[in-house]
C-alpha cells in the first residue's frame, strides 16, 4: 500500500503541475508503474491530477497528487467527490462501481448538506433537516429516513419484504447491531434471509430498533396477517372435521360459505377459527330441518299405540308411560326382583331389593317406594341392561385378550372396562349389555347369580377353578340372566 503517507501539491497551471514532476522525480525515487496521468487522460467523472509514488532517503512510500486550484475543488465539491474515491477504489463503494452516478448522488447528498448549513447560518441552532437523515444504499440511491432511523427503518423504506427478511446490516462495509442509529452520508447495506419474519423485539421501543412509524406499521401488519392466517387455517381444520364426520366431505366449501352468508371460504374458517360462529350453526345447514306434513299426511302416518308393554322393560303396577330409570348404586338387570322410588323430577328410579340405597331410602320415605316389575315391550324383544361383571386372576400377559374373546364368542358387548394390577392380581371389572332370555328357575333364590360369582371368584383364589372355566361360567350365568 503506497498510500499511506501522501502529499498534494496545488500549483498554479497546468504547465506548473509537469514541472513540478520532474522536479519530484529528479530528487526521489520513483515507484516503477505507480505513474498515473489523469490530466492528459482524465477519469470518467472528470477527474484531473497526477498521481506518483516516490520514496524517501528511509525508503518509505509517498504518494505524491500534483493539480490545479481548479481540479482541486472540481475533485473535493464536484461530481468526483474525492473521499468516494479514496474509499472506494477501483471496485467502488461497497462492491459498486464508482461511476459517474454514484459520483452524481454523491454531490446530490453533499449539496444538500451544504444547504443546511448555509440556512442554518453556521451556528449551533437547529438545521433545516435536523429531523431528516439521508443514507445511500449500495446502488448510490439517496434514502430519507427520521431522525434516529436504525438499519431495520432503512429496510422497510427500501422495500417491505426486504425488511421483513433483516438479520443484519452493513454500514460504511462494516457490520453494526440494526439498533445502531444512522447518520447522514452513510451507505448501508442489509444482509437478508432467504425466508422468514420480523421479530416482536423490533416493537419494542425501549430496544430502539424502529424510529419510524411507517415501519412500525408495517411490523404489527405482518404480525396481524400472521395471526389471521393461523385462525383460518384452525377454523378450516374443525370445519373438515365437521364434515368427514358428517361424510359431507364432496361438499363444495365456497357453497358452504355462501349458504352461511359468507363471501369465501377463508372469511367462513376465520370466523369458525375465532369461536365467533359454532360448529352446530353449520350443522343446521348440512340437515335442514323437513317441513311439516300437510292434514292427509298427518293421518297416513299416525301410528296406533301399542298395546300392553311397558317403557324401558319396568311396569309399574298400577300406571301406564310413567318415565322410569335404572339406579346407577345397584344397575338391576333382570331377573334381579326390584322395586320403585318415585324421585323428585325424574321419575320412577329401579333400584334392586337388597340394594342399601334403597333401603335407606325406604326407611326415611317410605311413601314414595311403589311396586314395579320387569315387562316385555309390545315388539316381543328386551331391552338390553348394563350389567358390571367382576374378574379377579393372576395377572399374566394376554390375560385381558383371553377374556375379550370369550365375551366375543358368546355375543356380548362390551361397554365399558375397569382394569388394576395389585400385587399380580388382575382386578377387571367389564360393563356388558345383559339381555333377558329366560326367566330365573322355579324356587331360584333372589341373588343366586350373585352368590354363584362370588363363589367363581373365590374358587379361582384358591386355585380350585382355572381361569378359562371362570371365565366362561361368568358369561354363560350372564347370558342366562344371572
Known amino acids: 500500500?503506497?498510500?499511506?503517507?501522501?502529499?498534494?501539491?496545488?500549483?498554479?497551471?497546468?504547465?506548473?503541475?509537469?514541472?513540478?514532476?520532474?522536479?519530484?522525480?529528479?530528487?526521489?525515487?520513483?515507484?516503477?508503474?505507480?505513474?498515473?496521468?489523469?490530466?492528459?487522460?482524465?477519469?470518467?467523472?472528470?477527474?484531473?491530477?497526477?498521481?506518483?509514488?516516490?520514496?524517501?532517503?528511509?525508503?518509505?512510500?509517498?504518494?505524491?497528487?500534483?493539480?490545479?486550484?481548479?481540479?482541486?475543488?472540481?475533485?473535493?465539491?464536484?461530481?468526483?467527490?474525492?473521499?468516494?474515491?479514496?474509499?472506494?477504489?477501483?471496485?467502488?463503494?461497497?462492491?459498486?462501481?464508482?461511476?459517474?452516478?454514484?459520483?452524481?448522488?454523491?454531490a446530490?447528498?453533499?449539496?444538500?448538506?451544504?444547504?443546511?448549513?448555509?440556512?442554518?447560518?453556521?451556528?449551533?441552532?437547529?438545521?433545516?433537516?435536523?429531523?431528516?437523515?439521508?443514507?445511500?444504499?449500495?446502488?448510490?440511491?439517496?434514502?430519507?429516513?427520521?431522525?434516529?432511523?436504525t438499519a431495520v427503518d432503512f429496510a422497510y423504506t427500501v422495500h417491505t419484504e426486504l425488511g421483513h427478511r433483516c438479520r443484519g446490516a452493513r454500514v460504511d462495509g462494516a457490520m453494526v447491531p440494526l439498533h445502531t442509529p444512522l447518520t447522514n452520508g452513510q451507505t448501508v447495506e442489509i444482509v437478508a434471509a432467504k425466508e422468514g419474519g420480523p421479530s416482536r423485539d423490533w416493537l419494542n421501543a425501549e430496544l430502539g430498533y424502529l424510529a419510524s412509524s411507517r415501519a412500525k406499521a408495517k411490523v404489527r401488519a405482518w404480525f396481524n396477517a400472521q395471526h389471521t392466517r393461523e385462525t383460518i387455517a384452525r377454523g378450516r381444520e374443525m370445519v373438515e372435521k365437521l364434515l368427514q364426520r358428517e361424510g359431507r366431505t364432496a361438499l363444495s366449501l365456497e357453497q358452504l360459505a355462501n349458504e352461511l352468508g359468507f363471501k369465501s371460504a377463508d372469511a367462513l374458517f376465520e370466523t369458525v377459527g375465532k369461536d365467533e360462529l359454532s360448529l352446530r350453526s353449520i350443522e343446521t345447514v348440512l340437515h335442514?330441518?323437513?317441513?311439516?306434513p300437510n292434514v292427509d299426511e298427518q293421518v297416513l302416518l299416525r301410528k296406533p299405540r301399542a298395546e300392553g308393554g311397558a317403557r324401558g322393560g319396568v311396569l309399574v303396577v298400577g300406571l301406564d308411560s310413567l318415565l322410569t330409570q335404572p339406579a346407577r348404586c345397584c344397575k338391576p338387570a333382570p331377573p334381579d326382583e326390584i322395586a320403585g322410588y318415585v324421585t323428585r323430577g325424574r321419575g320412577v328410579s329401579v333400584h334392586r331389593r337388597d340394594c342399601a340405597s334403597f333401603r335407606d331410602l325406604q326407611a326415611r320415605e317410605p311413601?314414595?317406594?311403589?311396586?314395579?316389575?320387569?315387562?316385555?315391550?309390545?315388539?316381543?324383544?328386551?331391552?338390553?341392561?348394563?350389567?358390571?361383571?367382576?374378574?379377579?386372576?393372576?395377572?399374566?400377559?394376554?390375560?385381558?385378550?383371553?377374556?375379550?374373546?370369550?365375551?366375543?364368542?358368546?355375543?356380548?358387548?362390551?361397554?365399558?372396562?375397569?382394569t388394576q394390577t395389585v400385587k399380580g392380581w388382575a382386578r377387571m371389572t367389564f360393563t356388558l349389555e345383559a339381555e333377558r332370555h329366560?326367566?330365573?328357575?322355579?324356587g331360584a333364590a333372589p341373588g343366586a347369580g350373585r352368590r354363584r360369582r362370588a363363589r367363581g371368584q373365590a374358587a379361582?383364589?384358591?386355585?380350585?377353578?382355572?381361569?378359562p372355566d371362570l371365565l366362561q361360567f361368568a358369561a354363560s350365568n350372564l347370558r342366562a340372566g344371572a
Open 288 to 292: 335442514p330441518p323437513e317441513p311439516p
Open 460 to 467: 379361582l383364589r384358591t386355585g380350585r377353578l382355572s381361569q
Open 1 to 106: 500500500m503506497f498510500d499511506i503517507r501522501a502529499l498534494r501539491i496545488l500549483v498554479p497551471t497546468v504547465h506548473d503541475c509537469y514541472n513540478t514532476l520532474g522536479w519530484v522525480h529528479e530528487r526521489f525515487a520513483a515507484v516503477p508503474d505507480e505513474f498515473d496521468d489523469y490530466i492528459a487522460k482524465p477519469k470518467i467523472n472528470g477527474y484531473q491530477s497526477l498521481h506518483t509514488v516516490v520514496r524517501d532517503a528511509d525508503g518509505k512510500a509517498w504518494e505524491i497528487q500534483i493539480r490545479t486550484p481548479e481540479m482541486h475543488q472540481h475533485a473535493e465539491h464536484g461530481v468526483a467527490a474525492h473521499w468516494a474515491y479514496k474509499e472506494a477504489g477501483t471496485k467502488g463503494y461497497t462492491g459498486v462501481s464508482a461511476g459517474s452516478d454514484y459520483d452524481a448522488k454523491i
Open 438 to 442: 329366560r326367566a330365573p328357575a322355579p
Open 367 to 418: 311413601e314414595r317406594v311403589i311396586e314395579v316389575a320387569w315387562g316385555t315391550p309390545a315388539t316381543g324383544h328386551a331391552p338390553a341392561y348394563p350389567v358390571d361383571v367382576g374378574i379377579e386372576a393372576v395377572d399374566r400377559q394376554g390375560l385381558l385378550r383371553d377374556i375379550s374373546e370369550v365375551f366375543a364368542r358368546e355375543k356380548m358387548n362390551v361397554i365399558g372396562v375397569q
Open 108 to 149: 446530490v447528498l453533499r449539496q444538500l448538506l451544504a444547504w443546511e448549513r448555509d440556512l442554518s447560518g453556521g451556528s449551533a441552532q437547529p438545521g433545516l433537516f435536523e429531523d431528516r437523515i439521508y443514507v445511500l444504499t449500495p446502488q448510490a440511491s439517496i434514502v430519507e429516513l427520521p431522525a434516529g432511523a
